[in-house]
């Protein structure tokens, strides 16, 4: 079904603006309104005093406060459309929500907001010629990874968590163990199925403009039914898990260890198929995953495991398991449960921040990070954790930041610094700008260095300014691109729904 009544710009911009009194009334009313609405449609629907509101509204991360306006449960795309219908007729903006896992609600939105729930599209196919899966909307990352491998033996690359949202997360990058021989998420994706805010379904494959837009910026334009992405068969059917472990480390020795591995994955002596991944800790503990031969493993490791051991007593662990038991291992034991597992939850507030292979790391920038991280935190109200995801690999160094729109060309780190409250219930009410003080020494770093400040969407800071997460998702030239696509794709705003959304 398709909609092309036209309601002009929306006027959630005025909600915000009202008195706290009159913004309480007018959300009431708007919802009562929708819900109306979308009963009439024949849309199940729930608004705030409704039974199932407190689970509807229920989101991974607890510090940002959910307050939509109504939530629709549609089984189909005509549920979808009607849904997108009555919130044009409302002049209410449009969430799509897929597992509630975003660390900055995004999949909630602004106040106010529609949301569309996608947990009744989970259906997955496989085309045995193209080997490209596709996926329903509201897919989890586990039940659709076990469900290839069961049938088919293959992969494709995904975020760690097995409850997280494969259509918001595979949109945002994506980045997985797989991902330095595979690519990310977003790099495997073939064509994603929209429905545009009028109820108009395109299918945007590879060298569309839409589908440019969706590789880092997809919810800003419509509501992902579907997406295809291409699979993998594993090289073997066992890889390695190891982890290398120095308890003498001070911050500065640390620095060097995490120096020598981003020397040796620049070199040509590390396979794609190695990952790693090093903790923000003084000891700079890694975890690693190999994919290729595993009987080829230790001569592999031995060159970085050589130049490590002369900066301290490191040591190595290992152990080869089935590709699927990786895969848990990666993910979690909800790989194997139906939904994913439990979603959990918790009260925080991330920074992160990724490099090219152009700019690599000092020991000195390293240093400052793991100073501030370590030694200089002090809070018993929070608790600071992190690391380092070596990206890389030949697939990420032929990419061009232009190729998609979120910009992720050369890139080398992802670095990700978590500040998480013990009170889960109530984050500290200076906690943002203590955390904020503890990162930014390392970004300064960085820049007086010469090393141009990068992010990654599935780990945005929700707190950047727009010129800042414009600039660090997308870069000037992609962002401009961005805005001009809205007006085409999304020309009422139904889909500027969220802090960081595209606007024209």
């Avoid at 996608?118 to 586990?142: C, I, N, P, W």
């Avoid at 040509?268 to 994919?291: H, V, W």
């Avoid at 800071?461 to 085409?488: C, F, I, P, T």
Wanted: hydrophobic share 40%; with cysteine; aromatic share 10%.
């Amino acid at each position: 079904m398709v909609f092309t009544q036209s309601l002009g710009s929306l006027a959630i911009a005025t909600l915000l603006c009202l008195s706290p009194s009159s913004a309480v009334a007018q959300t009431e009313s708007k919802a009562s309104q929708l819900h109306s609405c979308l009963t009439t449609a024949g849309v199940k629907s729930s608004i705030s005093g409704d039974a199932t509101w407190g689970n509807d509204t229920t989101a991974f991360q607890k510090r940002i406060e959910i307050a939509p306006s109504a939530v629709s449960h549609p089984i189909n795309k005509e549920q979808v459309a009607l849904s997108l219908d009555c919130a044009r007729k409302s002049n209410t903006t449009v969430s799509a929500l897929g597992a509630g896992h975003s660390f900055q609600t995004f999949g909630f939105g602004n106040p106010g907001n529609l949301i569309v729930n996608m947990e009744a599209f989970q259906d997955v196919s496989y085309d045995k010629k193209s080997k490209r899966l596709t996926f329903g909307g509201g897919s989890h990352v586990g039940p659709t990874l076990k469900w290839l491998w069961d049938n088919e033996g293959r992969h494709f690359p995904h975020v760690r968590g097995a409850h997280v949202g494969l259509a918001g997360s595979s949109m945002g990058g994506g980045f997985g163990s797989t991902s330095r021989q595979l690519g990310a998420a977003v790099d495997n994706l073939h064509s994603v199925e929209f429905m545009l805010y009028n109820g108009t379904i395109v299918n945007a494959t590879k060298g569309s403009d839409l589908f440019w837009a969706a590789q880092g910026a997809g919810s800003s334009y419509g509501i992902a039914l579907s997406m295809t992405t291409d699979t993998h068969k594993p090289l073997f059917p066992t890889a390695v898990n190891f982890t290398l472990n120095a308890p003498t480390f001070d911050t500065e020795d640390a620095a060097k260890a995490i120096v020598a591995v981003q020397d040796f994955s620049l070199t040509k002596q590390c396979p794609d198929e190695l990952a790693i991944r090093m903790s923000l800790t003084p000891n700079a503990s890694a975890t690693g995953y190999f994919y290729g031969d595993p009987a080829k493993f230790d001569g592999v490791i031995a060159p970085l495991l050589t130049t490590l051991q002369t900066i301290g007593n490191v040591t190595l662990q290992k152990t080869v398991l089935p590709f699927w038991d990786m895969e848990v291992s990666v993910a979690g034991p909800g790989m194997n449960q139906p939904s994913g597992g439990s979603q959990g939850g918790r009260s925080f507030y991330l920074q992160s921040l990724t490099t090219t292979t152009d700019r690599p790391f000092t020991v000195e920038q390293v240093k400052v990070l793991l100073d501030n991280v370590n030694i200089n935190f002090n809070r018993t109200d929070l608790r600071g954790s992190g690391f380092l995801d070596l990206w890389g690999g030949r697939l990420t160094r032929n990419i061009r930041d232009k190729d998609s729109a979120y910009a992720h060309g050369k890139n080398l780190w992802l670095v990700r610094f978590d500040g998480v409250s013990v009170d889960i219930k109530n984050f500290p009410a200076d906690g943002l700008k203590y955390l904020q003080s503890i990162w930014k020494p390392f970004e300064n770093a960085l820049t007086a260095g010469k090393i141009p400040i990068r992010g990654f969407p599935n780990y945005v800071d929700s707190e950047l300014s727009e010129a800042d997460w414009s600039s660090r998702l997308y870069g000037q030239a992609n962002y401009a691109r961005l805005k001009q696509l809205k007006s085409v794709y999304d020309p009422e705003g139904v889909f500027t729904n969220r802090k960081q959304a595209i606007a024209a």
